[in-house]
């Protein structure tokens, strides 16, 4: 088990940046792929980004791609996800998830969440 904590959600206008932080605890984090996933009510979780155990391997959501860029830092257990010419679409509920068996898009896959972080984009 890993526990996650997600961090650096607000408010933003359009066109504006957000840098997400996840910090990871308990097991060895570099033995998990990561993902983002978002959530807006009543809608189901929908892929953001993954990255692999090393950081050699990601992939991203077609409505984000060439805008939010993963990346992680095993020393310091923490995943990123930074968000670029964000725009108001992109509001929603930002989750971390940890993935110890396969990297995937699909987020019923990943064993552990964080409780997310909520990025509002204002027109």
């Known amino acids: 088990q890993v526990q996650l904590a997600e961090s650096g959600g607000g408010l933003v206008q359009a066109g504006g940046s957000l840098r997400l932080s996840c910090a990871a605890s308990?097991?060895?984090?570099?033995?998990?792929?990561m993902g983002w996933f978002r959530q807006t009510p009543g809608k189901e979780r929908d892929f953001v980004a993954l990255i692999s155990r090393s950081g050699g391997i990601t992939d991203y959501g077609d409505s984000v791609k060439g805008r939010f860029t993963i990346s992680r830092d095993n020393a310091k257990n923490t995943v990123y996800l930074q968000m670029n010419s964000l725009k108001p679409e992109d509001t929603a509920v930002y989750h971390c998830?940890?993935?110890?068996?396969?990297?995937?898009?699909?987020?019923?896959?990943?064993?552990?969440w964080g409780r997310g972080t909520q990025v509002t984009v204002s027109s």
């Open positions: 308990g097991r060895t984090f570099s033995s998990y792929g």
């Open positions: 998830a940890a993935s110890g068996n396969v990297l995937t898009r699909l987020p019923g896959r990943y064993e552990n």
